[in-house]
């Protein structure tokens, strides 16, 4: 298991956490305990009516904090094989947001994983649950060229260990 507030890596390209990508959301996630956690402040541009945010960014952002909080407890990334959001209050443009995941079950083929979006009183504004799919060693080889080096987060290889890098 990964030290609590530990940086999380980021990649080149993600549309949540990617450096490099312009329309991208990129966010920056960390270990606190056993969760990833994230802050997650909308813009205008993720609104889907009237300063409201898109249920499909909030799920993004949903689905992007479980694989994490899955991929470093397990080791291994996944990718969501069925996912679930329940829309509790209003996500609003321009307020901040935390995003917490972690893993609920290891069921050896499938992984299950929980989700909240909070307000910055705590309020959970999303809740989400996922069934996650673990990625082949051999395909997570590839992915790891796109994490970018970043002294201040953690080492890919530390997360990862039985991937050769």
Same mark, same amino acid.
């Given at each position: ?9 980021? @990649? ?9 990508? %312009?329309?991208? !959301? /990129?966010? /920056? *996630?960390?270990?606190v305990g ?8 909308? %813009? ?6 009237? =300063?409201?945010?898109?249920?499909? +960014? ?9 694989? #994490?909080?899955? &991929?470093? @407890? ?6 969501? &094989?069925?996912?679930?959001?329940? *829309? !509790?209050?209003r996500v609003?443009v321009g ?12 069921? =050896?083929? +499938? #992984? ?5 979006? /909070? ?7 999303? /809740?989400? @649950? ?10 997570? %080889? ?5 994490? !970018? ?17």
């Open positions: 298991m990964a030290d609590v507030n530990m940086e999380l890596p980021y @990649t080149k390209n993600c549309f949540v956490c990617g450096a490099h990508n %312009q329309q991208g !959301l /990129r966010l /920056r *996630f960390r270990m056993n969760e990833v956690h994230g802050d997650f402040t909308p %813009q205008p541009q993720h609104a889907g009516f009237r =300063g409201i945010i898109h249920g499909g +960014i909030i799920s993004t952002v949903l689905d992007e904090v479980m694989i #994490w909080g899955a &991929a470093v @407890t397990m080791k291994r990334f996944c990718v969501a &094989a069925d996912l679930n959001v329940r *829309f !509790l209050k609003s307020e901040p947001y935390l995003v917490v995941g972690k893993l609920e079950a290891d069921r =050896g083929r +499938i #992984w299950e994983s929980s989700g909240e979006l /909070r307000d910055r009183e705590g309020v959970v504004c999303a /809740r989400a @649950t996922s069934k996650q799919v673990p990625l082949k060693l051999s395909d997570m %080889q590839s992915m790891t060229e796109d994490f !970018l080096p970043d002294p201040a987060t953690a080492s890919v290889s530390v997360l990862f260990p039985d991937v050769v890098i």
